[in-house]
């Protein structure tokens, strides 16, 4: 039987219908057992009163189920139109409270997918922005190096003073368009991380691969304490992009025969990877603004660099669930620590 | 969008001339998905601004809205359903039931509201907070940690519209701190969760979005 289709109406008129039906046979029924007209009597007030109750019963409830219809609709209504209004019932142990909050509920998780939808969009626009600016001044600069190579009236000491001039900036633009294209392949969720369960060993000694022959020119030491094999689940070449930033950085802003050292501890749900030098540390007050894009510090601006390694840094780390803490005292030096879960659970 | 909001929040302790102002003048906005801590030292009326963004204490003036609603024009009984609906509470001593176990004590808040457990839910919140084979274990026998994980599960099970925690830290050493933290921090990113949470203690606190400092039962930064 379809129940939906059935009208509530049909089925309290057959329902009305069976039970004076049935109260009418048992009326008669009691007649041709006991012939007694006074038993009779009794027996159909007592049917007829049952009736009324059961009519004013079902009145009730369906003056309930349609009011409750109503505010559903209602509710459903304001949603439609974003204009939800604040309810008087919200807060009792009703059933119309439990699915008005329910509705809500996903109201706001509509809402909330729009608005993280709205922000995507700003943060690629903010990107394509950011790249376009940070272009520019190579180019602009490649540009006049250019025009004054192509004088004539050039000594061949000035001719070579520009070419090496041009270099740099090609170096500049070279780099920063690599930096840019990783950035913007990760936020616009071109590259999905692949975590698999192996030696972080092994990914440690790729990323200092890449830091050791300037290491070695300013004479620095480093020193690395992590178990020989040390599985956990990761993402190994975007992993050792993400550690090779940091230690970058540590070369970079560390004065000549300073320390590096990098250690690795198993805590309960992550994993810890230290990362210290001996530098000339940050402030507290730009714990958070060292990892935004094209962030740099004021005294290091003579420095190589576009201000992107620890942003893409923290993007990655994130990206495999895991997070990142700096922590520094001034003159002294610098921790990072990156936290990896141990389980894959994303 | 503003989930919470703290208006000109006093709390008087006593009559002059000896009168303690635990809370004295607090405004206060929290944004739906952030992660805020609130840094103060003991003293400062950092635990009595959560109790009233709990709506577990009454404010002297001022006022407290969840989600569009304030609380001080609540009764007892709407005050209870709402908290139980919208409000996750993480204590310093997790508050879990004994004679539970993890899982048990996870899925109370929903079926004391009456709704059928959401077990895929559950199951992915436990997940999160790296629970998944802890699930059939006693309190007693897990970890200080593992019993503040479990916890914190309970807390985010029904979907509140904000997480408040009292020092959930306050009775663990500082490794397994930082893992309830960062455990805790991306669960409420993945779910996109609001979180307030109260703590002393600073390294715990620079992993949050944003720290309030409250001092003297004024927020200073």
Redesign the interface.
């Known amino acids: 039987m379809n129940y939906h289709s059935l009208s509530f109406r049909r089925i309290l008129r057959h329902i009305s219908c069976g039970v004076i039906l049935t109260d009418a046979a048992i009326v008669a029924a009691v007649y041709i057992l006991t012939g007694n007209r006074t038993a009779v009597i009794c027996g159909a007030v007592v049917a007829a009163g049952s009736i009324c109750w059961g009519i004013l019963l079902t009145v009730i409830f369906q003056k309930k189920l349609s009011s409750f219809t109503v505010e559903i609709c209602s509710t459903l209504e304001e949603m439609i139109q974003d204009n939800v209004q ?1 309810k008087p019932y ?4 009703t059933l119309l ?2 699915i008005v ?1 329910r509705l809500r ?1 996903l109201y706001r998780v509509m ?2 997918q729009k ?1 993280q939808n709205a922000r995507a969009r700003e943060e690629l626009q903010s990107l394509v922005s950011d790249i376009s600016h940070q272009t520019r001044t190579p180019v602009t600069n490649l540009k006049m190096i250019q025009e004054t190579l192509q004088e004539e009236n050039l000594t061949d000491i000035e001719r070579k003073e520009f070419l090496k001039a041009q270099e740099s900036q090609i170096d500049k633009l070279d780099f920063l368009v690599e930096a840019m294209v990783k950035t913007s392949r990760l936020e616009t969720g071109v590259i999905t991380l692949e975590k698999k369960t192996q030696n972080l060993y092994d990914t440690l000694a790729e990323a200092l691969a890449g830091i050791f022959a300037k290491a070695d020119q300013k004479q620095m030491d480093i020193r690395v304490n992590c178990p020989e094999t040390f599985m956990i689940a990761h993402d190994r070449k975007w992993t050792t992009e993400a550690i090779f930033n940091i230690l970058d950085n540590a070369v970079k802003y560390t004065p000549p025969g300073g320390r590096i050292g990098v250690s690795v501890e198993r ?4 994993a ?1 990877i230290d990362i210290a030098d001996t530098g000339k540390g940050i402030p507290e007050n730009h ?1 958070a603004l060292i990892f935004q894009r094209f962030y740099r510090e004021k005294e290091v601006h003579d420095e190589d660099g576009v201000g992107i390694g620890l942003y893409l840094t923290r993007e990655i780390i994130s990206l495999q ?3 990142i ?1 700096v ?1 520094s005292s001034s003159g002294e030096g610098t921790v990072f620590s990156i ?1 990896l ?3 894959c ?2 | ?1 503003n989930i919470l909001q703290v208006t000109e929040l006093k709390k008087y302790y006593g009559e002059e001339p000896n009168i303690t102002k635990a809370l004295d003048g607090v405004d206060l906005c929290v944004e ?2 952030e992660f805020a801590a609130i840094v103060g030292t003991s003293g400062s009326g950092k635990s009595t601004l959560l109790n009233m963004m709990g709506g577990l204490d009454v404010p002297t003036s001022g006022s407290v809205t969840v989600r ?2 304030e609380l001080s024009k ?1 009764n007892d ?3 209870t ?2 908290r139980r ?1 919208n409000i996750g509470f993480i204590f310093q001593n997790y508050n879990l039931i004994p004679i539970l176990n993890a899982y048990e004590n996870i899925i109370m808040p929903v079926e004391l ?3 059928r457990v959401n077990v895929r839910y559950v199951e992915e919140v436990a ?2 907070l ?1 629970l ?1 084979d802890r699930l059939e274990y006693m309190p007693g026998n897990l ?1 200080g ?1 593992q019993q503040q994980r479990v916890a914190i599960a309970r807390a985010l099970v029904s ?1 509140p519209a904000i997480v408040l925690a009292d020092e959930p830290t306050g009775n663990l050493d500082s ?2 701190s ?3 933290i ?2 805790l ?2 669960t409420c990113y ?1 779910l ?1 969760q609001t979180i307030v949470m109260i703590t002393h203690n600073d ?1 715990i606190a ?2 949050a979005d944003r720290i309030i400092r409250i001092e003297d039962g004024r927020i200073t930064a």
């Open positions: 604040e919200m807060e009792e142990e409270a439990r909050h509920e809402l909330r608005e805590w309960e749900a992550y810890k714990y669930g895991g997070y803490k922590s936290f879960p141990n389980e659970v994303i | 969008m739906e998905g569009g609603k609540m009984e709407q005050l359903v709402f609906r509201d009456g709704n997940g999160l790296s998944t970890s940690g979907k490794k397994t930082a893992d309830v960062g455990l921090k991306r993945e996109n390294q620079q992993m």
